[in-house]
């Protein structure tokens, strides 16, 4: 799936790494939103995404967050340095002094 995503050719360039080559092994969350309203329900779903990924830097974690589409990537993430900004959370996410603060 990320492979297609990412537009990889399978007969070159395609590796398969399980998770014997991680020297940390993966966590994946599912959390079900039951919110018909669809502006609301993004809305909720990047609050809860960024409560998720505080608690991954307060613990001096790494993350990955996957959305459905290329589109809401930069959505995304324009969302979760709204609310880094919001609730004065960026020094979390960008290193002290450098230039992305801006």
Known sequence: ?????????PDKG???FDHSYR???LQMQYIGITERN???RHQLQNEICYEKAVTQRTNG???LIFVHSRAETGKTAK???DLALERD???LFVKEGSATQE
């Open 38 to 40: 669809a502006f609301k």
């Open 14 to 16: 395609l590796f398969f």
């Open 89 to 91: 959370d960026l020094s």
């Open 1 to 9: 799936d990320v492979a297609t995503f990412l537009r990889v050719k």
């Open 61 to 63: 974690n790494q993350m």
């Open 79 to 81: 969302a979760l340095r």
């Open 23 to 25: 020297p940390v092994p």
